[in-house]
């Protein structure tokens, strides 16, 4: 990764730059959030979709900035409205907004993002643009929806998961690709090629990040009470191991998910279970293949360090910690 953020550092710097810039408003309560909750320690991957997909099809211009703070704006928003949903108290390891400001001034901070995008784009004058970031926006809504309709579902079909993420998350890392070739006027072909990656990226990243929540590890407490089961997020960890499991693991896990607060002790139940029926190599292994379909999807792409960097962020997401 360190190889990808030097490749473009001078653009991340302008980004920076250009999120300041860009969050204008008289109200400077928005500016506080907006400020607290991007400068939290993002690793601004969708931005750097938008340089890197930019840069491989060739495009020289500096909109592609103004594009990657849109982009990182619009995921801001969808952050901001997922903790007022979930009742997140965490993020990153900090307080989410919500907690700190309330949830009115979450959601109407979100709504501002979210307009503020579509005031900057239609002031870059790409309809294009314009047009498939609309879209894109309407499945961020569907998919929060229907995450919402099957939360502690444990009935939630693998088809069901495979939807909300697909909307949740997947479909904003393929706009930010597609947003570049774009840009960089390429073809059809590569077009389509970038918005799979995307796609696909964005599909092993979810499935990673539903992975981790699972088994990674708490610096503090040891083993990490997962978030996901906290708030009644029914992930393919535990759809894949609810197949195989008998009644009565599924009734300690319909418990436990139903709980308005659940212990060290009910994680701990859940996650053997999940364990003793393979949920985490289940999930490991679907992740790798989209790791590897995303990969393929640049082959319509010339050799260059551009395209080298976008070969390597799938390996990046799949084999992170955190």
């Known amino acids: 990764m360190e190889q990808i953020i030097k490749l473009i550092e001078n653009d991340l710097k302008k980004l ?3 999120i300041e810039q860009l969050v204008t408003t008289k109200v400077g309560f928005i500016r506080e959030i907006v400020h607290y909750i991007i400068k939290s320690g993002g690793k601004r991957i969708r931005p750097i979709l ?21 982009v ?7 952050l901001l409205h997922d903790d007022v949903v979930d009742n ?3 993020r990153r390891g900090a307080s989410t907004a919500n907690i700190i400001w309330g949830n009115e001034a979450s959601v109407l901070v979100g709504d501002f993002l979210y307009t503020k995008s579509f005031e900057l784009m239609a002031e870059g004058d790409n309809f294009e643009i314009v047009k498939t970031m609309a879209h894109t926006t309407k499945q961020l809504s569907e998919g929060e929806i229907l995450e919402l309709l099957k939360t502690s579902d444990i009935n939630t079909s693998e088809e069901d998961y495979f939807e909300i993420i697909g909307n949740k998350t997947a479909v904003l890392f393929s706009v930010a690709c597609e947003v570049g070739a774009i840009l960089g006027n390429v073809d059809k072909k590569k077009r389509l090629a970038l918005k799979k990656y995307g796609y696909n990226l964005g599909m092993a990243f979810q499935l990673t990040d539903d992975m981790l929540d699972y088994n990674s590890y708490d610096e503090v407490l040891g083993k990490k009470v997962g978030t996901d089961l906290k708030e009644g997020k029914i992930t393919l960890p535990l759809i894949s191991a609810i197949k195989s499991a008998t009644e009565k693991e599924k009734a300690v896990v319909q418990r436990v998910v139903e709980k308005s607060s659940i212990t060290l002790k009910d994680f701990e139940r859940v996650s053997a ?4 029926h393979g949920g985490i190599k289940y999930t490991s292994d679907r992740a790798m293949k989209y790791t590897n379909v995303a990969k393929d999807c640049l082959k319509v792409f010339e050799p260059s360090p551009f395209k080298d960097a976008l070969l390597e962020l799938p390996d990046y997401m799949y084999k992170r910690k955190t």
């Not at 592609?64 to 849109?70: E, G």
């Open 273 to 276: 279970i999940i364990e003793k």
């Open 16 to 18: 920076e730059v250009s």
């Open 50 to 70: 938008v340089m890197l997909s930019s840069k491989l099809c060739g495009y020289e211009g500096d909109k592609h900035i103004t594009y990657s703070a849109i």
């Open 88 to 90: 997140a108290k965490t």
């Open 72 to 78: 990182e704006f619009i995921h801001t928003s969808t």
